[in-house]
């Protein structure tokens, strides 16, 4: 699929200060797109998988919105899900309750981590984890940047951050540890690397002081 960067480092940019956009899945991916539910699911199942895995990470049930609809970008990026800081709210849209069942708890996930980790805490974490003044932003962040983005998704944040320093700070580093929190929810840790697991630790821990 041809992907327009620059039309959706603009819709993100736009978006930036609450994430009330952010694109997932690209149509026509496994995870992504189409319906793949093994069947039997009801919508109110999959609503309840959704409250369950909020109630487990303390995110109350009234903050989680469901929208009846879409929410696809020009470029055909379905958009699952979304925090709005300005409500505190989680949105599921449409496209998230076609996924299968076992990849909605992983979107709360990532959606809960955007709500929890402020970015001065992430840049906390990574000052204490990479070791490196948070100011000599040349060095840590291109450090990070050679880790690249864990997943394809934050892959393409990474990709999308290269000529933009201010964009890689505010979206490529938070969409990175709300994917390593999906991750980890989905007992997929392993698959990330030390350092970002390393990262992922250390702003929990400051989160739950
Ligand atoms: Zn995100």
Redesign the pocket.
């Known amino acids: 699929m041809q992907v327009d960067w620059n039309r959706i480092k603009n819709v993100l940019r736009q978006n930036a200060f609450d994430?009330s956009l952010?694109p997932?899945d690209p149509k026509g991916e496994s995870t992504g797109g189409q319906f793949t539910a093994k069947g039997g699911e009801t919508m109110d199942d999959k609503k309840k998988i959704i409250y369950d895995a909020a109630d487990r990470f303390n995110f109350p049930r009234d903050k989680v919105v469901f929208e009846d609809q879409r929410n696809v970008s020009g470029d055909g990026y379905e958009i699952a899900a979304?925090?709005r800081k300005s409500t505190g709210e989680i949105i599921i849209y449409k496209g998230a309750m076609d996924q299968e069942s076992d990849q909605l708890g992983g979107i709360i996930a990532?959606?809960v981590?955007?709500a929890k980790m402020d970015n001065g805490t992430i840049a906390m974490a990574i000052r204490e984890v990479i070791g490196e003044p948070v100011s000599d932003q040349d060095t840590v962040w291109g450090s990070l940047r050679r880790l690249d983005g864990v997943t394809p998704y934050s892959t393409m944040m990474w990709k999308l951050a290269d000529d933009d320093k201010s964009f890689r700070e505010n979206i490529a580093v938070?969409?990175t540890l709300?994917?390593v929190a999906r991750l980890n929810y989905l007992k997929r840790l392993n698959e990330v690397d030390p350092v970002w697991q390393d990262i992922f630790s250390e702003a929990n821990r400051r989160v739950m002081r």
């Open positions: 994430e952010h997932r979304v925090f990532h959606e981590n955007h938070r969409e709300a994917e």
